[in-house]
């Protein structure tokens, strides 16, 4: 975040003018209260539906005959700092308030949660980054600013870049996966999307980094558990992702919900002022996640609300999510010296940075124009790249007989009450898309021109109809089956300890293949969910997968263009999928161990499942086939030149993405098997092949030891390169640095 010298200057005369209260509002967060029978945080409202203290028809009274309170009082009065929203208007006439009304003038920041989009949802973030493609997490972080700009929203709560590798946890729907250096490269690129274009204020907004940090971590995949962990694991795999980011500008952070080593992320003075803002240098501000300064009484780190302010505060915790903890607090804490002026002065001067360099000072309001340009559909082109997007996304896991893709001839039998939703398509964590934009599976086939019959016969929930499965298998040429999760089995509060497909499609799918088998049909397999799932038995059974996730507003057109062969499917898997429940979490940069895995028995293994990934990561086929040879890993000055012949050696063009790992053989701590350090998406004709070069730099082969610090250690490396993170050549190399 740059300032000009103008700019700092008129941060530190506000400052030097702000009363205590002011200063203490600006660290506040509000979102609209609800008012009715109830005044408690909407969140608060939905905790209380969700176990059990009403109930959902309560629940709905109250929202129905609810007005909400925006704290205006309190925005004039200065003690507001940020608010929650998507509205334009309303965010006009809070800015209003706050501008024209308050004592000195200072502007709100509006922050929403655009995680994979605002109306225009593109794919998940575990989708996403399984295209491998940088140019394109970049394009949607920037339609997603602009977007959120037009609606008032300044800051986004994202980039979501929690290094996930437990299936069971609902929020890996959000992030970019298990890989640490895919993370990073899809946190850099999303930093740069959302805030580089400053060309007008319209086009960029704050990011805020989440969740920090290892709340992905959490034991056994429930949310918000406890995480425990090595100092060498927190800094070469949780942390990474956050670093990089902060490299790039990052305006903002959020502290996770989950104790890290014994200690909240809230009141985390090693994670929030040593390393984010001490050692990565990160200028703007840290907010705490919902209520989380309040839970760290729960945690039992604090007394009392006033001493988890308190806590929270010294730590570096620059901006209270919706506790009032900091307001009704921290004035006696700074005025007692239990929180010093400087403490508070930091967190301000933060705070109002960010507003400076998103220029709210001097453009508070969204002009009618930009309101009126998201009244009606999405832009064509925000549109177009959400396909791009969906397309890219798209993980073609099996295709037995090359049943994939269809000819246009053949008739589909469309099965499964997923393939017909347009809710079910757009993923956790997206709340302000619109019917009118989004394309259903169903929808996109027949866009595409083919010929479609729709039977929804089941789904994630409830039963199945075998009459209809009947009448669907004696009905088409083929047979597309879409199955998978809903989009609230994912996301926020959404861990499972059952990641097979829910509910009975395991039964439709079975009754589906014995029809079409009888029938001499082909069935095709589309998966439509939010996680990892354990496919073993799908992958047994099954002649064609398609893991198709939650892809957003477009995902029907994405579908129906890989099915037909318009697309042919180039994306990877940005996380190891299991065979059964009990292999989470997995993964594959995992340690080698003394007794690796293998058919032996004293080894690190299952009794009843196998030890390795069903699916691995960086796992993805193709319409084509890539064959790899020559593989040449060269010692130069500060790198490693890395070369592979990559063939295509099917009959059509295709896309592979090519990658590079590494393993250190040998080292004074016990290091993955391999690691990902490089990847090219490379397009090939069909019999070309091409030799591909990666650059590997010396510095970046090392690793953290246990007291924090970045080593390198000579010794012999081993290069891996090739289509996933299983199926690689291999060559070995000595390094000294
Ligand atoms: C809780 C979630 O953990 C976080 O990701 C989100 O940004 C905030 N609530 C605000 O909605």
Request: with cysteine.
């Amino acid at each position: 975040m740059k300032l000009t010298e103008q700019q700092k200057n008129r941060v530190e005369d506000l400052l030097s003018r702000m009363t205590l209260e002011e200063k203490i509002g600006q660290m506040n967060l509000e979102s609209p209260s609800i008012v009715g029978g109830f005044d408690v945080p909407f969140e608060e409202l939905i905790e209380m539906m969700t176990d059990g203290r009403i109930s959902q028809e309560e629940f709905q009274k109250i929202m129905s005959t609810a007005t909400r309170d925006f704290h205006e009082e309190d925005i004039r009065a200065g003690l507001v700092g940020a608010m929650m929203g998507d509205d334009p208007v309303k965010a006009n006439e809070l800015q209003k308030i706050a501008v024209e009304e308050s004592r000195l003038g200072i502007p709100l920041i509006m922050g929403f949660d655009v995680i994979h989009g605002l109306r225009t949802v593109y794919p998940i973030a575990i989708a996403e980054a399984g295209a491998f493609d940088e140019d394109l997490f970049e394009r949607t972080a920037r339609i997603a600013a602009r977007e959120s700009r037009a609606h008032g929203i300044g800051w986004n709560f994202a980039p979501m870049i929690d290094v996930a590798r437990d299936c069971r946890w609902g929020r890996v729907s959000e992030g970019p996966g298990e890989d640490a250096y895919l993370a990073s490269r899809f946190a850099r690129a999303k930093i740069r999307g959302l805030q580089n274009d400053r060309t007008s204020p319209e086009n960029y907004v704050a990011a805020c980094l989440k969740h920090y940090v290892a709340y992905s971590a959490c034991e056994s995949g429930r949310d918000y558990n406890t995480t425990s962990m090595s100092i060498s694991q927190l800094h070469n795999v949780y942390l990474p992702p956050f670093k990089a980011a902060v490299e790039e500008g990052a305006a903002s952070a959020m502290a996770s919900f989950n104790d890290l080593n014994g200690v909240p992320c809230t009141v985390n003075p090693y994670t929030l002022r040593e390393l984010l803002k001490g050692a990565y240098g990160m200028d703007g501000f840290v907010v705490s996640d919902a209520n989380g300064i309040k839970e760290c009484v729960t945690h039992g780190i604090a007394e009392d609300d006033r001493d988890a302010g308190i806590q929270s505060a010294n730590a570096g915790l620059d901006m209270d999510m919706g506790t009032h903890i900091y307001k009704d607090y921290l004035k006696e804490a700074v005025e007692s010296g239990a929180v010093s002026m400087e403490v508070l002065d930091d967190a301000v001067r933060r705070i109002l940075s960010v507003k400076m360099w998103l220029g709210l000072f001097e453009n508070p309001y969204v002009s009618e124009e930009a309101i009126a340009r998201y009244a009606g559909k999405i832009p064509a082109e925000h549109a177009e790249t959400a396909l791009e997007a969906a397309k890219k996304s798209i993980v073609l896991l099996k295709n037995e007989g090359n049943v994939l893709p269809l000819s246009k001839k053949q008739k589909i039998s469309l099965v499964g009450n997923l393939a017909a939703s347009e809710e079910e398509i757009i993923g956790a964590w997206a709340m302000s898309w619109r019917n009118e934009d989004c394309v259903s599976i169903l929808e996109g086939l027949k866009n595409s021109g083919a010929e479609v019959s729709y039977y929804p016969c089941g789904g994630p929930e409830g039963e199945i109809n075998a009459d209809e499965i009947a009448r669907a298998c004696g009905e088409g040429d083929v047979v597309v089956a879409v199955v998978g999760e809903l989009v609230s089995m994912s996301g926020e509060a959404s861990s499972k300890a059952n990641v097979e497909l829910p509910g009975k499609q395991r039964e439709m799918l079975s009754l589906l293949l014995e029809k079409t088998r009888a029938a001499g049909k082909k069935l095709v397999t589309v998966l439509m969910n939010g996680r990892p799932l354990a496919l073993g038995w799908e992958e047994e059974h099954l002649p064609v997968l398609v893991e198709a996730w939650h892809l957003g507003v477009q995902m029907g057109n994405a579908v129906a263009a890989v099915l037909t062969g318009e697309e042919n499917p180039s994306g990877k898997l940005a996380s190891s999928f299991p065979s059964v429940n009990g292999q989470c979490p997995i993964y594959y940069s995992h340690p080698n161990t003394g007794r690796p895995g293998s058919k032996s028995k004293f080894t690190s293994r299952y009794l009843d499942a196998p030890f390795d990934a069903l699916f691995p990561f960086g796992y993805g086929l193709s319409y084509t086939t890539f064959a790899y040879s020559e593989l040449k890993a060269e010692e130069d000055k500060d790198c490693l030149r890395v070369a592979v012949r990559v063939k295509n050696t099917g009959d059509r063009k295709g896309t592979e993405v090519v990658q590079l790992y590494m393993q250190d053989v040998t080292a004074s701590l016990v290091r993955p098997v391999k690691e990902l350090k490089g990847f090219s998406r490379v397009e090939l004709e069909a019999g070309e092949e091409r030799t591909v070069n990666l650059e590997l730099k010396k510095q970046d082969m090392g690793f953290y030891n246990n007291q924090g610090e970045y080593v390198l250690e000579d010794g012999l490396f081993r290069i891996y390169a090739g289509g996933n993170s299983r199926d690689c050549l291999c060559a070995e190399i000595r390094v000294n640095f």
